[in-house]
T-cell receptor, first 114, second 113 residues
Framework: ETGVTQTPRHLVMGMTNKKSLKCEQH?????MYWYKQSAKKPLELMFV???????ENNSVPSRFSPECPNSSHLFLHLHTLQPEDSALYLC?????????????FGPGTRLLVL | AQSVAQPEDQVNVAEGNPLTVKCTYS??????LFWYVQYPNRGLQFLLK??????LVKGSYGFEAEFNKSQTSFHLKKPSALVSDSALYFC???????????FGTGTRLKVLA
């Protein structure tokens, strides 16, 4: 285990639903990340939070809304998603967002949008 | 623009033989290079990284990687492959002054018994 947990592990939702993904890290880190992993494509960085402040939004559609209430928790709120949003969503954390820092990943939430 | 290329979708190697998983990169400035491994139904796990110093970096599970600046490569190697090394391997680069990791598309390693 890497010290980063994600819930739920699997999620099926309709295009009109609202759901949230949760990530929690037990490593005392100050930076947290959301990634999207689709088949045959590189991991796509979605959001970066450093000391609870959002420092990167990688042109992500507004139907994805992140929330970072404290350094240990990160949420991804989902609403009116599209089938092409089906993917594995990975959360990661690092000591801070410095370039040398190693990221520690959670197991991911596999999302299916019908 | 920053980019990472993993030219092989899949690498097959017999158990006990040496393995190489290739990675080349393009980045402005001095790169910070990483290798991660992903087992089925798991997140990515860190293997090793190059920040500065010795071009040969040793990491977890007997893996190592060699930074070659002239060839802009950071190939992952292991002298003797194990069946349990079978997984998906990702190379990643970060450029100074950015928060972004750029990942390759991944290479599936299959070690045959």
């Amino acid at each position: 285990e890497t010290g980063v947990t994600q819930t739920p592990r699997h999620l099926v939702m309709g295009m009109t639903n609202k759901k949230s993904l949760k990530c929690e890290q037990h490593l005392g880190h100050n930076a947290m990340y959301w990634y999207k992993q689709s088949a045959k494509k590189p991991l796509e960085l979605m959001f970066v939070y450093n000391f609870k402040e959002q420092t990167e939004n990688n042109s992500v559609p507004s139907r994805f809304s992140p929330e970072c209430p404290n350094s240990s928790h990160l949420f991804l709120h989902l609403h009116t998603l599209q089938p092409e949003d089906s993917a594995l969503y990975l959360c990661a954390s690092s000591q801070d967002a410095g370039v040398q820092e190693t990221q520690y990943f959670g197991p991911g939430t596999r999302l299916l949008v019908l | 623009a920053q980019s990472v290329a993993q030219p092989e979708d899949q690498v097959n190697v017999a158990e006990g033989n040496p393995l190489t998983v290739k990675c080349t990169y393009s980045v402005s400035g001095n790169p910070y290079l990483f290798w991660y491994v992903q087992y089925p139904n798991r997140g990515l796990q860190f293997l090793l990284k190059y920040i500065t110093g010795d071009n040969l970096v040793k990491g977890s599970y007997g893996f190592e990687a060699e930074f070659n600046k002239s060839q802009t490569s950071f190939h992952l190697k292991k002298p003797s492959a194990l069946v349990s090394d079978s997984a998906l391997y990702f190379c990643a680069v970060r450029a100074p002054g950015t928060y972004k990791y750029i990942f390759g598309t991944g290479t599936r390693l299959k070690v045959l018994a």
